[in-house]
């Protein structure tokens, strides 16, 4: 089992850049045996996976919509995954959350095992 738990949001602008960290509590599997994830969720939208790092190898997949402005990273020494988010617009406002599954995971919709309680990231143009 594991607990996660996110931070790091807040206020930006248009094109400011931001991280957010996501630290694990594991037990019974080292955190380095998750495949760990970024969620979002927009008011009145439904929540979408952002990124995704698997375990083992670290193999990453992100949304089209993200690619080549967020880059998500781990540190497994630190039971930790980072989510940098550059170049952010209006559009990337929303709640983030970090997720974990003990699936290798080779696609976005994925099935969430554990979930944090999530993360404001608001952009102002």
């Known amino acids: 089992q594991v607990q996660v738990v996110e931070s790091g949001g807040g206020l930006v602008q248009a094109g400011d850049s931001l991280r957010l960290s996501c630290v694990a509590s594991?037990?019974?599997?080292?955190?380095?045996?998750?495949?760990m994830g970024w969620f979002r969720q927009a008011p009145g939208k439904e929540r979408e996976a952002v990124a995704i790092i698997n375990w083992g190898g670290g193999s990453i997949i992100y949304a089209d919509s993200v690619k080549g402005r967020f880059t998500i990273s781990r540190d497994n020494a630190k039971n930790t995954v980072y989510l940098q988010m550059n170049s952010l617009k209006s559009e990337d406002t929303a709640v983030y959350y970090c997720?974990?599954?003990?699936?290798?995971?080779?696609?976005?919709?994925?099935?969430?095992?554990?979930w944090g309680q999530g993360t404001q990231v608001t952009v102002s143009s």
């Open positions: 997720a974990a599954t003990i699936k290798y995971v080779q696609r976005l919709d994925f099935s969430v095992d554990y």
């Open positions: 594991a037990s019974g599997r080292t955190f380095s045996r998750y495949t």
